[in-house]
């Protein structure tokens, strides 16, 4: 199997773990979403710890890029997330996911000077629409559901950044310890929020499970094969994987849940998955030539 099909798989699991992120974050924002977002990467960031042992860590600028990285994706990105799942609800917050990919290939283009398929703006029109469909094509019904959309929109403008300088980063740390460095360093930021509100020993059990879930899937798992993806293959093409994550979401509410789907959430999903394969086929077709 060649790097690209090993980055291609990788990026699949990481997309099917990230898809649980927004359901299992909006039931456990009753914790709040700055403590949630402290817990969810203080935990994944000290329990990796130990698989730092013995690994060449990085020092001087090195450290300061993979700690400011850290900062950006998992401590803004993760934060303005979270106000914006509050804010907008998870149908509206799904759609962030179509506009992170887009995030991703226009710094991509413009700071790493990768190619955009000829295919690559009809990808990302199907894969907003089918998107919505798939969402239930929601529309803001308030100004709280407004303000939580410009967050999110802000939340995927971050975490594209985050994508496109991961790669250079993860070439020269490694994915483990970027992973760790990342998580460690925003939650340290993070933790002033867990003394604000009512102490967490009296937060329902079943949330903080739900925390620690967050920790060890959509964040320790989930990132870590992004960085060995990215390691391997263009930010690009990566990217269009993260249109995977509301189809798999419809597809565990049918199977796990009993939600039927309706006709228009059935071609939403159809369309998504056609972007998926014009970014991705397009693509190799243009490493061929």
């Avoid at 509301?246 to 565990?252: E, K």
């Avoid at 998504?272 to 030539?289: K, M, P, S």
Wanted: glycine share 10%; hydrophobic share 60%.
């Amino acid at each position: 199997m060649d790097r690209r099909s090993q980055a291609g798989l990788a990026v699949l699991a990481a997309n099917l773990v990230w898809s649980t992120t927004y359901p299992v974050s909006e039931l456990a924002l009753t914790i709040g979403a700055g403590r949630l977002a402290a817990l969810r990467c203080l935990i994944s960031g000290l329990l990796a710890l130990p698989l730092l042992f013995g690994r060449p860590l990085p020092r001087g600028r090195t450290l300061l890029a993979a700690v400011g990285l850290g900062l950006l994706g998992f401590s803004v990105a993760f934060l303005l997330q979270l106000e914006g799942i509050a804010l907008a609800g998870a149908s509206l917050a799904a759609l962030s996911i179509a506009l992170e990919p887009l995030a991703t290939a226009i710094v991509a283009r413009t700071w790493l000077r990768e190619r955009l398929p000829r295919l690559a703006p009809l990808g990302f029109l199907l894969a907003v629409l089918g998107t919505w469909l798939l969402a239930g094509a929601p529309r803001p019904g308030h100004d709280a559901h407004l303000a939580g959309i410009l967050l999110l929109a802000a939340s995927a403008a971050a975490f594209g950044f985050y994508n496109v300088f991961s790669k250079p980063l993860t070439e020269r740390v490694g994915e483990m310890p970027l992973t760790v460095i990342g998580a460690l360093a925003a939650g340290i930021a993070f933790a002033p929020w867990l003394f604000i509100g009512p102490p967490l020993a009296s937060v329902p059990r079943a949330d903080l499970l739900w925390a620690l879930y967050l920790a060890l899937g959509p964040t320790l798992l989930g990132y870590f094969l992004w960085f060995y993806a990215v390691r391997r293959a263009d930010v690009g093409f990566a990217a269009f994987f993260l249109y995977v994550q509301p189809v798999v979401g419809a597809a565990l509410s049918w199977i796990w849940l009993g939600q039927g789907l309706t006709t228009p959430e059935i071609l939403g999903g159809i369309l998504v998955l056609v972007a998926v394969y014009l970014g991705v086929r397009r693509e190799r077709a243009i490493e061929r030539t």
